[in-house]
């Protein structure tokens, strides 16, 4: 049983920037990856970013180039920088681990209870 918690959420202007946190009890967390979803009102749950411990990062186009997933080698807290924010970027933002090797975007194992994100226009 694992539990993770996101934190860093809150209210930004367009152009604005968050750091969203994922955290879990313990200082190093043996997983295969972590990765970043939102799901905004009324929409699917949409993949955003995710690492894996061996060097993997993959990102939705959607946040290329405006968002960056980091975080220390197996430790927590696992970091979501959020830059150029945009109104379309407003959504509820979940962490999730995933234990074992394969696709980045789906099969997480663990999920967190979210974070909301709204940015203003």
């Known amino acids: 049983q694992v539990q993770l918690v996101e934190s860093g959420g809150g209210l930004a202007q367009a152009g604005g920037s968050l750091r969203l946190s994922c955290a879990a009890s313990g200082r190093t967390f043996s997983t295969y990856a972590m990765g970043w979803f939102r799901q905004a009102p009324g929409k699917e749950r949409e993949f955003v970013a995710a690492?894996?411990?061996?060097?993997?990062?993959l990102y939705a186009d959607s946040v290329k180039g405006r968002f960056t997933i980091f975080g220390d080698n197996r430790k927590m807290p696992v970091y979501l920088q959020m830059n150029s924010l945009k109104p379309e970027d407003t959504a509820v933002y979940y962490c999730?681990?995933?234990?074992?090797?394969?696709?980045?975007?789906?099969?997480?194992?663990?999920w967190g209870q979210g974070t909301q994100v709204t940015v203003s226009s």
């Open positions: 690492l894996s411990w061996s060097g993997g990062l």
């Open positions: 999730a681990a995933k234990n074992t090797a394969g696709s980045l975007y789906g099969h997480y194992d663990y």
